[in-house]
């Protein structure tokens, strides 16, 4: 090497630490000292033919190699590479230099196919699994492994005078610990070396001038370790192959702190991605990126406060008997000068610096499955570009452009592709506004994998997927909810099959509580298909059929329910309620309308003792908030309910159905008398009974907000009437007085009278002292 004919002492072999950053750099320093004619890297071979595209200008780390089943896309595999990456700074150095770069692991073909529970070959039988770094920390009196690293590798630059010297003192400390704990217990790495071993014996016969390895410090003693051929071709016989395909695909510095994936995650990968890019001065790089993340949080951050930060953290690495501040001390700064002592701050620095949101790219050119190049077409026709942070997309879907990427989002969930994840809209909720969440992750790549089995582009796959879900779903619910999903996606093609079968499970299905669940999502589904200009008329009439079948077993289905199953049926109760108004006054099958053949139901359930009080009280509440039923009537309804001859339990529940929910604390603050009634029958409660009904009233009341719950306790501390003052106990009805109040109108005139800009004219005055109260009396 560096001129010379390779020497008998064998490869050049550089043990690394995987995603580390002082490895990297010394990697790079001792290619470029020893100039080798072949480079070695730990990977799999199927990858060859991919090496040529990492030179391609677009791609930008952080990437993965994917690897995956041909006829099960499911079963994948990882091998993810960052910038700081030892294995992509060999790789970018061969390419750079015209020097042949192979993979030489154990082929995916072999990986994928080799299930956990199989036998995994010689040596796996070790019962003391190892964590080599871990042992090594412990070994020189460190209680943390990443700064034991930090230490000895990242602060200590490339080695003074000789590049190849850390990985001879590495290479001697594994040897060290493989001759005390063999293979550690780590499976299978006993074949995997013998694979790597066959490897740089070819490649040494190939290139006379010497080869590079770069693999993982804890393989390096076996591959010094001289076996002979023949061994090793016998570790490897007879294991299990399955065809395979790879690509490149984007990876994420998230990904790579929680996965171990390749080698082992890392728990910092913008804090190491910070420490291989800085030429120089990283602490100081380091607290400024801090100071100007800070700042456009909007946080008072001068130079002041990094210079003081820099100061501390190079006194707290000097108080540790560290040779540099690492990634613990420049936290520390950060917290104590910079966040005031707060871990709030901290949290944001942790998430957008120390951990990062970085996204890989991968060229246009590298190996696709059909539907992932068609999901790249629409993206970019759409500008949705992938991105590893999340981010929150609001689409008006009145514009055909945001529609259209709406549907691309439900057509994705619906295969499973969660890029996308609904979310509550927060500038309206009507029918033409859609808000979603959106965070692309490497293992979508994965998904997209799986659902090319369903066709060759987003549409036709989703297509199929809806109507083999259609056909293999279990409970009418689950239809119901796929044709509303279908709507949503905007997939035509599929509604015939998916209405056939939801209208096949929607006659033989008798369960009332399955028809009441499943009624919601058709209704919803209406309304979305008039927004999408989508015909509906085959879900309304299927709609309105399922819906009085609701109607006629419902009353039935409510008597003689136990607790847990009648909480349940106040459930379904609301949900159809809310259907049914979202139906309006379309015509049910053979009855006239729906919304009054649903009143007429309530009706039936609000008078019928056998059905539980919960039901009873909602259907009470539902009527009233309609306007289908009086004040008067609902109060006498709840007097005849909490009068002395009903059990206390069947009250309480009869209330829970009644105020619970909903507007339930709003009803008793504006209405005393039901108030009145509530806490007469409260205190009136025999104490042996009391704590039986005591669960049922807090679950109840401790749902209202805390306002609410402050008001009604005023009210309830002074007394009924009390807010309706002498008016009130003249008209004898709590809470509504005969005439105006004038005198609590005129109270707030003077600001009125700011507000609107009004002169003070006496009919302005008298004007606005009506209105007022009209509102206040």
Not at 362 to 381: E, H, K, N, S
Request: proline share 7%; glycine share 10%; charged share 25%.
């Amino acid at each position: 090497m560096n001129g010379r004919k390779a020497d008998t002492a064998g490869p050049l072999l550089l043990g690394v630490r995987h995603h580390g950053p002082g490895s990297a750099r010394a990697v790079r320093a001792v290619l470029e000292e020893a100039r080798p004619a072949a480079v070695l890297i730990e990977g799999p071979p199927e990858a060859d033919a991919l090496v040529p595209l990492a030179a391609e200008k677009d791609m930008r780390p952080p990437v993965a190699l994917l690897a995956h089943a041909v006829d099960e896309p499911g079963r994948s595999a990882f091998w993810p590479l960052a910038e700081f990456s030892p294995e992509w700074v060999a790789l970018r150095w061969a390419l750079e230099h015209e020097v042949p770069a192979r993979f030489i692991d154990l082929p995916a073909a072999h990986t994928l196919a080799w299930e956990d529970d199989e036998d995994p070959g010689p040596g796996a039988g070790d019962d003391v699994r190892v964590d080599p770094l871990g042992m090594l920390a412990e070994a020189a009196g460190y209680d943390d492994a990443e700064r034991w690293w930090e230490d000895v590798v990242e602060h200590r630059g490339v080695g003074e005078g000789d590049a190849v010297a850390p990985f001879t003192a590495l290479e001697e400390a594994m040897t060290a610990l493989r001759e005390e704990y063999g293979s550690g217990g780590h499976r299978r790495d006993l074949v995997r070396e013998a694979h790597m071993r066959l490897q740089v014996r070819t490649a040494r016969r190939e290139f006379e001038d010497g080869v590079a390895v770069v693999c993982g410090a804890w393989h390096v003693p076996a591959l010094r370790h001289k076996a002979t051929v023949a061994a090793d071709r016998a570790l490897l016989k007879g294991l299990p192959k399955v065809k395979t395909d790879m690509t490149w695909v984007p990876w994420t510095h998230r990904r790579l702190s929680r996965t171990s994936g390749y080698g082992a995650g890392i728990d910092s990968p913008g804090w190491y991605g910070h420490l291989f890019g800085a030429p120089d001065r990283p602490v100081e790089r380091w607290l400024t990126k801090v100071a100007g993340l800070l700042r456009a949080e909007d946080r008072t951050v001068s130079s002041a406060h990094v210079i003081e930060a820099v100061r501390l953290a190079e006194t707290l690495a000097a108080l540790r008997g560290r040779p540099l501040p690492g990634l613990s001390e420049t936290t520390d700064a950060v917290r104590a000068v910079m966040c005031e002592g707060s871990d709030v701050p901290l949290a944001l620095v942790h998430d957008r610096l120390v951990v990062g949101d970085v996204l890989g790219e991968v060229p246009a050119t590298a190996p696709a499955v059909p539907l992932q190049r068609d999901l790249a077409r629409i993206q970019r026709r759409l500008r949705l570009k992938p991105e590893a942070g999340e981010r929150e997309l609001e689409l008006d879907l009145r514009k055909e452009t945001d529609a259209e990427r709406g549907r691309l989002l439900h057509r994705l969930r619906l295969l499973g592709i969660g890029w996308g994840e609904p979310a509550a809209a927060r500038g309206g909720t009507g029918t033409f506004r859609e808000t979603w969440r959106l965070r692309w992750e490497p293992e979508l790549s994965v998904r997209v994998a799986e659902a090319g089995v369903w066709g060759t582009t987003v549409l036709a796959a989703a297509t199929a997927r809806a109507e083999a879900d259609a056909v293999g779903a279990r409970g009418l619910a689950e239809v119901t909810g796929l044709a509303e999903r279908c709507l949503l996606a905007s997939l035509p093609e599929a509604l015939p099959t998916v209405m056939r079968v939801l209208t096949d499970r929607a006659a033989l299905d008798t369960d009332v509580g399955h028809l009441a669940q499943a009624l919601p999502a058709l209704v919803r589904s209406l309304r979305y298909g008039d927004v999408r200009g989508t015909d509906t008329a085959a879900l309304a009439e299927v709609a309105a059929g399922l819906a009085e079948r609701v109607f006629v077993g419902l009353p039935p289905a409510c008597a003689a329910l136990d607790a847990d199953a009648a909480d349940e049926m106040r459930r379904h109760v609301d949900a159809v309620h809310g259907a049914v108004g979202l139906l309006g006054d379309a015509p049910a099958p053979g009855h006239g309308k729906l919304r009054a053949r649903w009143q007429s139901v309530l009706r039936t359930l609000s008078a019928r003792d056998t059905v539980p009080g919960v039901i009873r009280g909602r259907s009470v509440r539902l009527l009233l908030d309609d306007g289908e039923l009086p004040q008067d009537e609902a109060a006498r309804l709840m007097g005849l309910v909490l009068s002395p001859g009903t059990p206390p339990a069947d009250a309480a529940a009869w209330i829970e159905g009644f105020v619970g929910g909903s507007g339930g604390g709003l009803l008793l603050v504006h209405d005393e008398r039901l108030l009145g009634l509530v806490d007469a029958w409260l205190t009136g409660v025999p104490a042996e009974a009391f704590t039986d009904v005591l669960p049922l009233l807090r679950r109840t009341f401790s749902a209202y907000e805390p306002g609410v719950r402050r008001t009604l306790g005023e009210l309830v501390r002074r007394g009924p009437g009390a807010r309706g003052g002498t008016a009130a106990a003249v008209s004898g009805v709590p809470g509504f007085a005969p005439d105006p109040d004038t005198a609590r109108a005129d109270a707030v005139l003077p600001v009125l009278r700011l507000l609107l800009g009004l002169d003070g004219e006496d009919g302005e005055d008298e004007e606005a002292r009506d209105g007022l109260a009209g509102v206040t009396g």
